[in-house]
């Protein structure tokens, strides 16, 4: 039974968090997290849609790999990287745990899969957090094509206005728990995100609307599964994941 770390690198697309476009070939991007999980003696796999063949000779190893993709233009890569991690794991067989990341922005810090708070969850979602309410400026405006799509999306606002702020830059869990989440994630997307026209990609408001709504008693964030976002503590090895 293998453990994995997934992680999707999009390029050539207008990217709405770093408001630019990432350069094709840039193994920096991806470079620390990279060699954070193969640290951690971790398998990692990094889809991708424009690293060069000799890039992804020169930087794979027995624990890093690259999977090169098709990337669909009708939903933002933040949401699309959910498909590609979707039917990369319906593939698969002997996977135990898994978690999905951010590329760019965080990094392995202790491999979460042997901690005694993973092994003894195995029907548990793992995921990042924020300081911040779901109640929050920002969401507001993020969540208001979902709002307009989905009947129940202003009543989850309100019901969970206080909670914690959770992000989908790091998820996880056992397999069979976070495959089911992530098969319904898609179709909240499928369904409900498909044509969203907004600025905002959705992935957040989907991610914790799902959370919350159908897996919010067996939630676990925040530390010892993420640093604080954005804090930059890059020095801290308590936690799993340093996120910013």
Same mark, same amino acid.
């Given at each position: 039974?293998?453990?994995?770390?997934?992680?999707?690198?999009?390029?050539?697309?207008?990217?709405?968090?770093?408001?630019?476009?990432?350069?094709?070939?840039?193994?920096?991007?991806?470079?620390?997290? /990279? %060699?954070?999980?193969?640290?951690?003696?971790?398998?990692?796999?990094?889809?991708? $849609? @424009?690293?060069?063949? %000799?890039?992804?000779?020169?930087?794979?190893?027995?624990?890093?790999?690259?999977?090169?993709?098709?990337?669909?233009?009708?939903?933002?890569? $933040?949401?699309?990287?959910?498909?590609?991690?979707?039917?990369?794991?319906?593939?698969?067989?002997?996977?135990?745990?898994?978690?999905?990341?951010?590329?760019?922005?965080?990094?392995?810090?202790?491999?979460?899969?042997?901690?005694?708070?993973?092994?003894?969850?195995?029907?548990?979602?793992?995921?990042?957090?924020? &300081?911040?309410?779901?109640? $929050? %400026?920002?969401?507001?405006?993020?969540?208001?094509?979902?709002?307009? =799509?989905?009947?129940?999306?202003? /009543? !989850?606002?309100?019901?969970?206005?206080?909670?914690?702020?959770?992000?989908?830059?790091?998820?996880?869990?056992?397999?069979?728990?976070?495959?089911?989440?992530? =098969? =319904?994630?898609?179709?909240?997307?499928?369904?409900?995100?498909?044509?969203?026209?907004?600025? !905002?990609?959705?992935?957040?408001?989907?991610?914790? !609307?799902?959370?919350?709504?159908?897996? @919010?008693?067996?939630?676990?964030?925040?530390? &010892?599964?993420?640093?604080?976002?954005?804090?930059?503590?890059?020095?801290?090895?308590?936690?799993?994941?340093?996120?910013?």
């Amino acid at each position: 039974m293998q453990h994995l770390v997934l992680a999707c690198h999009i390029t050539g697309v207008y990217d709405v968090n770093r408001n630019m476009t990432l350069a094709d070939d840039s193994y920096d991007l991806v470079q620390e997290w /990279a %060699e954070s999980v193969a640290a951690a003696k971790l398998k990692g796999v990094i889809f991708h $849609n @424009n690293f060069s063949d %000799e890039n992804c000779a020169r930087y794979s190893n027995e624990y890093i790999s690259f999977e090169r993709i098709m990337y669909n233009p009708a939903f933002n890569p $933040n949401v699309y990287r959910y498909f590609v991690y979707r039917d990369y794991l319906a593939k698969i067989t002997q996977v135990q745990g898994v978690f999905v990341t951010d590329v760019s922005d965080v990094t392995l810090a202790q491999n979460p899969f042997i901690h005694p708070l993973f092994t003894a969850n195995p029907d548990s979602l793992f995921c990042g957090d924020e &300081p911040k309410t779901l109640h $929050n %400026e920002w969401m507001l405006a993020h969540a208001e094509h979902l709002r307009g =799509q989905m009947e129940d999306y202003a /009543a !989850y606002e309100e019901r969970f206005a206080s909670e914690a702020l959770l992000n989908c830059g790091v998820f996880g869990g056992s397999f069979p728990l976070f495959f089911d989440f992530l =098969q =319904q994630l898609c179709a909240l997307h499928e369904t409900y995100n498909h044509s969203n026209k907004t600025a !905002y990609t959705g992935d957040m408001g989907a991610f914790n !609307y799902l959370a919350r709504t159908r897996f @919010n008693a067996n939630l676990h964030h925040g530390a &010892p599964v993420n640093t604080i976002f954005k804090a930059y503590e890059n020095d801290r090895t308590d936690c799993w994941f340093r996120h910013k």
